[in-house]
């Protein structure tokens, strides 16, 4: 096994880089089947957010070639990986497993301890699940991982005091306009992050607020939750005249609002400023807007520094998760290493059954005078000593799977109880169908001859 995540984020790469990667979801099957086409890809799972795009993979060699995911990314995005290169990160086995732990607990997150990312990640695997793109190694891992999050906000205080991209977007549009009464703000989009949005903006005092959509029972169903007010995309340049605050967060490919749009409406309201926030990814407004006077535009990677004052209690809680990190990575490790033993437990089982038929055929040849009755107790005892002969070296060898010299021990036992044979006669189990080998260790502890 050999795990491994390559991506671009926040920290490495600036909006108009990530918004180049992102895969629309209706996409995302395709993306995903085609990455697990690719040689020595065994399980992936691809996680796209406005902040991250990662590939997560189990491939068959500790050689693996980054190569294969690399040529994914120039085929499916269209670029030269030199365009990208720069821009990305990659891990392997355990440093990319802390990663995942990591991202699904919010510590590498933007807004650290956000808890949107969780459901991203299980969004993602759950998708990568019904595609047949995963397997018994990321099975389990995702949903440690998914278990490890929940469990981390529910026992630190990584996810109190409120901060999000929307509620930063909110405190950074007080310190442009220092306050929402009496103020019109208008929201395009009408997603989760709009919703948050909405509800900050209300907390905030906003007077009038509008949703524009291009579905309008969307944007109707959204208004009707915070008393606000729905209009179609037809109305969007009419609204702008009014409006103090413009929010954007859709999952549009193209630009919502242009220079030339906004531009036309400031003519008409020149020392009236406008206060602007584009929280998507392709970004929806125009970064030109920004040399229009009196408008404030800001984009998602302006709102990092925002809610600082309120990360201090989140950071003491991220070192305790850290420490919770380390502990589910011994876990896997354990996990992992215990999956070896089945096979060896199968194949003693399968040799003690031929030895014991073939007792049992010898007996009945010797002792042709024993009733049935006396026959079904010679073979229930002779069974039964069997099993009890057995049952110590098996506790012994599933204690031994999650130590250092574990393949060692592993390979004498083999050759102590000469199951060389035995093994070689067993069906082969790939890493791509290993799932009913998962619980073997557990499943074997209470196997007995038949």
Known sequence: MHIVVVGLNYRTAPVEVRERFAIQPECLSDAIRQLKARKTILECVIVGTCNRTEIYAVVDSEYW????????????????????????????NEEAIR???????????????????????????????????????FN??????????????????IGENPVSVSYAAVELGKQIIHSFENKKALIIGAGKMSELTITHLMAS???????????ISKAEALAAKCGGHAYNYDQLHSLLMDM???ISSTGSNQTILTKVDVEEVMKLRPTRPMFMIDIAVPRDLDPEIQSIPNVHLYDIDDLANIVESNMEFRRHAAVIIESMI????????????????????????????????ETMGSLKN????????????????????????????????????PENNRDEALTYFTKIFALENTMAIEPSVSMKHQDQEVDSVNETSNVSLA
């Not at 906003?206 to 524009?212: D, H, L, Y």
């Not at 992992?336 to 437990?345: A, D, E, F, H």
Request: charged content about 20%.
């Open 326 to 357: 380390a502990d589910e990575i011994q876990i896997f490790h354990q996990w992992y290493r215990s999956l070896g033993v089945g096979p060896i437990i199968r194949a003693l089982y399968s040799k003690a059954s031929v030895i014991h038929n």
């Open 205 to 215: 005092g906003a007077a009038w607020v509008g949703v524009v959509n291009r579905t």
């Open 244 to 246: 103090d605050v413009v």
């Open 140 to 157: 389990m891992l995702f949903k440690q991982a998914i278990t490890l999050a929940k469990k981390a906000h529910a026992e630190t205080a």
């Open 65 to 92: 070639c980054p190569n294969q995911i690399s040529d994914f990314m120039e085929s499916w995005f269209g670029l030269r990986r030199e365009m990208f290169t720069p821009y990305t990160y990659a891990h392997e």
């Open 99 to 137: 990663h995942l732990f990591r991202v699904s607990s919010g510590l590498d997150s933007m807004i650290l301890g956000e808890t949107q990312i969780l459901g991203q990640v299980r969004n993602a695997f759950l998708l990568a699940q019904q595609v047949d793109a995963t397997g018994t190694i």
């Open 366 to 401: 010797k002792l042709p005078s024993l009733s049935e009755y006396e026959w079904k107790m010679v073979h229930k005892l002779t069974k039964s000593m069997l099993n009890q002969m057995m049952h110590d070296p098996i506790q012994r060898l599933k204690e031994m799977a």
